[in-house]
């Protein structure tokens, strides 16, 4: 015979103690880093903040296939500056402190974007020139 009175509570204690860790990893992890917005007169991305925040990864992606593949590197154009599309070429012309913006966020969640291989930051960039 099972007894209804000791399983219910005895699964919730087996729940309970299985997911321990993320209960309390979530409690020690620090506070959300806050990135670095570019310094100087730029007021805006190439898309609103919120659609950044969540889709950049994703736009990054159209932008290379669409350089890459179509040859379409049409400019963009943000409070009346011309940026032309690219990582390099945009992103981090505004975003040019990777380091405290791009890897802000991304040493907190633990993203580790493969870009950086071949593509170069402007701390790259600049250690290159000093050579
Ligand atoms: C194996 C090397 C390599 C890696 C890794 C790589 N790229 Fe590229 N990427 C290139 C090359 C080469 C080009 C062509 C540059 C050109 O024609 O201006 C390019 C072009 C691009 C472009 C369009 C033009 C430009 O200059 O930015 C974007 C956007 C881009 N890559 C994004 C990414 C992103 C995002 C990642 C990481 C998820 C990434 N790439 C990883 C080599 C690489
Ligand atoms: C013209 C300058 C400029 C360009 C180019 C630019 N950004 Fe931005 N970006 C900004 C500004 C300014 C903000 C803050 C906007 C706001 O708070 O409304 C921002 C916000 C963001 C955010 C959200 C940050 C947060 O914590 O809210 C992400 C992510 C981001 N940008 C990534 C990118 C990527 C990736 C690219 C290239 C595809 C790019 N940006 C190109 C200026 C730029
Ligand atoms: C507001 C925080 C934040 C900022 C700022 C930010 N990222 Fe990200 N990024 C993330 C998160 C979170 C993910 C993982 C999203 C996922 O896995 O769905 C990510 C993923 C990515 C990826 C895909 C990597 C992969 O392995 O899937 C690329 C490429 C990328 N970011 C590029 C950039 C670049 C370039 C910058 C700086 C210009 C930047 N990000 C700034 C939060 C951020």
């Known amino acids: 015979m099972y007894n209804k009175k000791l399983i219910i509570p005895g699964l919730i204690i087996f729940v309970v103690l299985v997911t321990s860790p993320i209960w309390y ?12 917005l570019p ?18 990864m994703v736009l990054l992606n159209e ?24 990582l390099q070429l945009a ?14 966020c991304h040493e907190y969640t633990s993203v580790k974007p493969y870009c950086w291989d071949c593509h170069l930051s402007p701390a790259d960039i600049a250690s290159k020139e000093t050579l």
Request: charge should be positive; glycine fraction near 10%; charged fraction near 30%.
């Open 39 to 56: 310094p100087g007169g730029e007021q805006n991305c190439v898309r609103s903040a919120a659609y950044m925040r969540d889709n950049h």
């Open 91 to 104: 992103c981090m012309k505004c975003h040019s402190n990777k380091e405290k913006f791009c890897d802000s």
């Open 63 to 86: 932008w290379r296939d669409d350089v890459l593949r179509n040859g379409n590197r049409v400019s963009i154009t943000v409070d009346g500056k011309e940026y032309r599309k690219g």
């Open 25 to 36: 990893n979530g409690l020690q992890a620090g506070p959300m880093p806050k990135p670095e």
